[in-house]
């Protein structure tokens, strides 16, 4: 039977290497694989040079050891590439390079019992960077039936170039509403038989895997300078399958240079999901001893599953000079006559004539866990002529809530478009806007 250990000397940092040889054939390889610790992947070390000590031999009538070691290193171009032996002879040592390292083919035994003794070291390096390092430990043919013997090995010395990791999941912010089951004209966030009800986690920018959220194809992410014009510093397409919408760019130190106002940028082509979640931009806080800036996620969802939903009630009235918008008796529930109050209904077969008045609520709902900043409220009224329009229609008083109006916004007495001022809606809240129109007036508007 064969065993291998491998453990650390109590006086040095060498690592010691046992192994019982079964057959003159027998071998023992180990590698040093050099991965950069956040994203597992190679990293191509520059100036690796390693030293290995007791290197030795004793053979007696073919039983013994005769200690080979063989290094080689997998660069860019190559999986077996040569290391370059360097000799020790001002050091006292005694083991040569014949294709690998060893004591000299005809050299008298020579057995090394001090650790790190410098008459069996041997001493390589690589000219070109390497990604791991494999030591293949065995003996000569001198040896019919091998027996126990050792060597120890250290590194020496590697340069490289550190890199900075940014990543993240560009993710369907839906909370748990599936594009089948999405509405983009449910304004209904309370009641127990909407899907829009009680979902936290809907529209709120967060990636949250326990809420049936999963990661979707399609989008690039740039790392830039978070200036105008940008730098682009590296773009990455975001994954599918098994790593669908994931992405992660790691970058060297020196590509990046001075420039530590750095931005990730997510975009995409095509009409699927449109309406983002989250900003276009995410500022990663970039520090140079900083290495690795996770989470960078970017929220997008169906247009079905948009925040807004904007819904339209009107009222016919005779035109009274104050007129309570707010009325419960005029915004009841599911209301099917537009005569009675407020109806999503249509005024067909209401009788409308020329000079009375449609009052308008226009109910804006936010689906979404963020508000809706820089909200304007638009409607244009008909007019003759424009889309079919067979009458003019103008703004008449009472004014519900003039504040909330723009100054650009049409007049009493006037045609054209009703238009509020920015205004900010909180998450999962409704609010109301009311104005009163007056049907088939004579003024110059309606020829």
Same mark, same amino acid.
């Given at each position: 039977?064969?065993?291998?250990?491998?453990?650390?000397?109590?006086?040095?940092?060498?690592?010691?290497?046992?192994?019982?040889?079964?057959?003159?054939?027998?071998?023992?390889?180990?590698?040093?694989?050099?991965?950069?610790?956040?994203?597992?992947?190679?990293?191509?070390?520059?100036?690796?040079?390693?030293?290995?000590?007791?290197?030795?031999?004793?053979?007696? %009538? &073919?039983?013994?050891? @005769? *200690?080979?070691?063989? #290094?080689?290193? $997998?660069?860019? /171009?190559?999986?077996?590439?040569?290391? !370059?032996?360097?000799?020790?002879?001002?050091?006292?040592?005694?083991?040569?390079?014949?294709?690998?390292?060893?004591?000299?083919?005809?050299?008298?035994?020579?057995?090394?019992?001090?650790?790190?003794?410098?008459?069996?070291?041997?001493?390589?390096?690589?000219?070109?960077?390497?990604?791991?390092?494999?030591?293949?430990?065995?003996?000569?043919?001198?040896?019919?039936?091998?027996?126990?013997?050792?060597?120890?090995?250290?590194?020496?010395?590697?340069?490289?170039?550190?890199?900075?990791?940014? %990543? &993240?999941?560009?993710? @369907? *912010?839906?909370?748990? #509403?599936?594009? $089948?089951?999405? /509405?983009?004209?449910?304004?209904?966030? !309370?009641?127990?038989?909407?899907?829009?009800?009680?979902?936290?986690?809907?529209?709120?920018?967060?990636?949250?895997?326990?809420?049936?959220?999963?990661?979707?194809?399609?989008?690039?992410?740039?790392?830039?300078?978070?200036?105008?014009?940008?730098?682009?510093?590296?773009?990455?397409?975001?994954?599918?399958?098994?790593?669908?919408?994931?992405?992660?760019?790691?970058?060297?130190?020196?590509?990046?240079?001075?420039?530590?106002?750095?931005?990730?940028?997510?975009?995409?082509?095509?009409?699927?999901?449109?309406?983002?979640?989250?900003?276009?931009?995410?500022?990663?806080?970039?520090?140079?001893?900083?290495?690795?800036?996770?989470?960078?996620?970017?929220?997008?969802?169906?247009?079905?599953?948009?925040?807004?939903?904007?819904?339209?009630?009107?009222?016919?009235?005779?035109?009274?000079?104050?007129?309570?918008?707010?009325?419960?008796?005029?915004?009841?529930?599911?209301?099917?006559?537009?005569?009675?109050?407020?109806?999503?209904?249509?005024?067909?077969?209401?009788?409308?004539?020329?000079?009375?008045?449609?009052?308008?609520?226009?109910?804006?709902?936010?689906?979404?866990?963020?508000?809706?900043?820089?909200?304007?409220?638009?409607?244009?009224?008909?007019?003759?002529?424009?889309?079919?329009?067979?009458?003019?229609?103008?703004?008449?008083?009472?004014?519900?809530?003039?504040?909330?109006?723009?100054?650009?916004?049409?007049?009493?007495?006037?045609?054209?478009?009703?238009?509020?001022?920015?205004?900010?809606?909180?998450?999962?809240?409704?609010?109301?806007?009311?104005?009163?129109?007056?049907?088939?007036?004579?003024?110059?508007?309606?020829?």
């Amino acid at each position: 039977m064969s065993s291998t250990t491998v453990e650390g000397t109590s006086t040095n940092p060498a690592i010691r290497l046992f192994r019982t040889f079964s057959n003159p054939q027998g071998y023992t390889d180990v590698t040093l694989n050099f991965r950069n610790s956040v994203t597992d992947k190679p990293i191509y070390l520059n100036n690796v040079a390693l030293s290995l000590f007791d290197i030795d031999k004793n053979v007696n %009538s &073919g039983t013994g050891w @005769d *200690d080979y070691v063989v #290094i080689t290193g $997998a660069t860019k /171009n190559s999986t077996s590439f040569s290391s !370059t032996f360097h000799s020790l002879t001002d050091k006292g040592s005694k083991v040569t390079n014949l294709s690998g390292l060893r004591l000299a083919a005809n050299s008298t035994n020579f057995n090394c019992s001090t650790d790190l003794n410098t008459q069996c070291q041997g001493s390589i390096s690589f000219s070109e960077p390497v990604s791991s390092v494999t030591i293949r430990y065995y003996n000569t043919s001198n040896v019919t039936t091998p027996t126990a013997q050792r060597i120890e090995f250290r590194l020496d010395n590697y340069c490289f170039n550190p890199e900075y990791t940014f %990543s &993240g999941i560009v993710f @369907d *912010d839906n909370g748990g #509403i599936p594009e $089948a089951s999405a /509405n983009k004209d449910n304004a209904d966030i !309370t009641s127990s038989n909407s899907v829009y009800t009680n979902k936290p986690k809907f529209f709120n920018g967060i990636y949250d895997p326990t809420a049936s959220e999963t990661g979707i194809s399609g989008s690039t992410v740039e790392l830039t300078t978070c200036t105008t014009p940008s730098t682009v510093f590296a773009t990455k397409s975001v994954g599918s399958g098994t790593t669908i919408g994931q992405y992660q760019i790691s970058i060297s130190k020196t590509t990046l240079g001075s420039n530590t106002n750095l931005c990730l940028v997510e975009s995409r082509t095509g009409t699927s999901y449109p309406i983002r979640t989250s900003n276009e931009s995410r500022t990663v806080g970039f520090s140079t001893t900083t290495y690795n800036y996770p989470n960078n996620d970017f929220g997008r969802v169906v247009a079905a599953n948009r925040a807004l939903v904007l819904r339209k009630a009107q009222y016919v009235n005779d035109c009274p000079n104050t007129l309570d918008y707010t009325a419960d008796s005029l915004n009841t529930p599911d209301n099917p006559n537009p005569r009675s109050g407020f109806s999503e209904d249509g005024i067909n077969g209401s009788n409308l004539i020329p000079d009375q008045c449609i009052a308008y609520r226009i109910t804006a709902t936010n689906r979404a866990n963020l508000p809706i900043t820089d909200f304007v409220m638009q409607d244009t009224l008909q007019k003759k002529g424009i889309k079919g329009a067979l009458i003019t229609s103008v703004l008449i008083g009472p004014i519900h809530n003039a504040d909330d109006y723009a100054t650009d916004s049409i007049a009493i007495g006037e045609n054209g478009t009703v238009t509020t001022k920015k205004l900010s809606l909180d998450p999962r809240k409704s609010r109301n806007f009311y104005f009163n129109t007056k049907y088939g007036t004579t003024n110059g508007n309606n020829p």
